[in-house]
Every structure is written in structure tokens, then in C-alpha cells.
């Protein structure tokens, strides 16, 4: 009889080496990218060895996506990076839509779509009946 090893729990914590650097999280943050991420695949790997997983990507990316699963927002020192060098590793970890919904523009709170489009509408009318208006 076989015994397996019941999966970590979601407090434990998680030694990687990214690309030569040294990380420790939690498998609930590498879970958080979802359930398809490779990070989440990985976290349920993890065995009673304390060698760290190694992943060989470049650390300093790595290290901008982590913060954002830590916390959902994107770090000021991700604008060292374009757009696609973290998309392209965002899509690696399977994490792309965590990125996606970070670099989008928040929505607007507190003002009613329709009130802003009634608004425009007056003002591009009145543009209209300006420019259109003659004297007799």
C-alpha cells in the first residue's frame, strides 16, 4: 500500500530559484493565478525535499509578477519592463489574465455612463447649431 502525501496546505511556504535568484511565497499566492497556472501546478508538487523548484526565467520579471498575485496590482518597478516582455512572461506562468486585468484602466466610479454620454450629446448639439447658425 502506497501512501501519498496530502496536498500542502495553502499557508505553506514555497522556496523557488527563478533564474538563479532565491524566492519564498505561499502556495495560496502561486494559486492565485489560477487553477491552469503553471505556478499552481508546481505548488502542488511540492515535497517534504527543501531544494527549492527551479524555473529558468529571468528573475527580475518574475519577481513583478509575484507582487502582482501578492497583491493584485502591478509594482512602480514594473515599468522597467514593455508591456510585451511581461505579457510574453505572464503568458510562460499562465497568469496572463491577472496581467491583463492589472493594465487595464480602472473603471469610473461615481459617474453614470449615461450622464456623461447626455452630456457629450448636449455639447455636440450645441457645437452643431453654433457652427450651422447665419444671420438673415
Not at 532565491?22 to 495560496?28: A, C, G, I, W
Not at 497583491?71 to 497568469?95: C, D, K, V, W
Request: glycine residues 4%.
Amino acid at each position: 500500500m502506497t501512501s501519498e502525501s496530502p496536498p500542502p496546505a495553502t499557508s505553506e511556504r514555497v522556496r523557488l530559484n527563478v533564474g538563479g535568484k532565491l524566492f519564498e511565497t505561499t502556495v495560496s499566492t502561486l494559486r492565485s493565478g489560477g487553477p491552469d497556472s503553471l505556478l499552481s501546478v508546481l505548488s502542488s508538487r511540492i515535497s517534504d525535499d527543501s531544494s527549492p523548484i527551479f524555473i529558468d526565467r529571468d528573475p527580475d520579471i518574475f519577481s513583478i509578477l509575484l507582487s502582482l498575485l501578492r497583491s493584485h496590482h502591478l509594482p512602480s518597478t514594473a515599468r522597467r519592463f514593455s508591456n510585451q516582455e511581461l505579457a510574453e512572461e505572464a503568458l510562460y506562468y499562465g497568469i496572463e489574465a491577472r496581467l491583463k486585468s492589472a493594465l487595464s484602466p480602472p473603471p469610473f466610479n461615481g459617474i453614470d455612463a449615461s450622464v456623461v454620454a447626455t452630456v457629450i450629446k448636449y455639447f455636440l448639439e450645441k457645437s452643431y447649431n453654433i457652427h450651422n447658425y447665419s444671420k438673415p
